[in-house]
């Protein structure tokens, strides 16, 4: 399950092993650990806000956003339909058009889950693909240059020049 993986990643990025594993229960991701059981992906990562402050930003505003784009990526970004993609990676280029990060100056749990959640589509895409999402591609770009956050992930190329 995408949600458990891209979970696991979050965890693993920001140290917090020892807060629990990530599992499955019902289709649901649960954090199971220190006689604790939280079931849900926000639920999840405001217990793990607890443990680490900024990992869902620092301002109230921040807070907000990182919680809408983890919405959009788990309710709205469907990767398997090829039109609903381009249409949601429409969405984040134009909303990355003027920021370095989705939600605020920062790294935050929004980038990490959605770096993870992008990046086998990414990663199969043509560079001409790429190239229509010149600021999500220019965000993808700088995040993958973290190798902690990679977690051994490929490196995605992309093309400097124009050959097509």
Not at 61 to 90: H, I, M, N, P, Y
Not at 115 to 136: P, R, T
Not at 141 to 155: A, I, P, W
Request: with cysteine.
């Amino acid at each position: 399950m995408a949600q458990v993986e891209t979970l696991t990643a979050l965890i693993d990025f920001y140290g917090l092993k020892k807060e629990g594993k990530v599992t499955a229960s019902e289709n649901i991701p649960t954090l199971i650990g220190n006689k604790n059981k939280v079931e849900g992906v926000l639920p999840i990562l405001s217990h793990l806000k607890t443990k680490s402050e900024n990992i869902l930003g620092t301002s109230n505003l921040e807070k907000a956003l990182v919680r809408q784009w983890v919405q959009f990526q788990f309710g709205c970004l469907d990767l398997s339909d090829k039109k609903d993609t381009d249409l949601q990676f429409r969405k984040l280029n134009e909303n990355l058009s003027n920021k370095s990060f989705l939600a605020g100056e920062s790294l935050t749990a929004a980038d990490v889950l959605l770096f993870h959640g992008i990046h086998g589509v990414y990663s199969e895409m043509a560079f001409q693909e790429k190239d229509k999402f010149i600021h999500l591609s220019r965000w993808f770009r700088n995040v993958q240059q973290d190798k902690k956050l990679r977690r051994g992930k490929s490196l995605v190329a992309f093309s400097r020049s124009k050959l097509y």
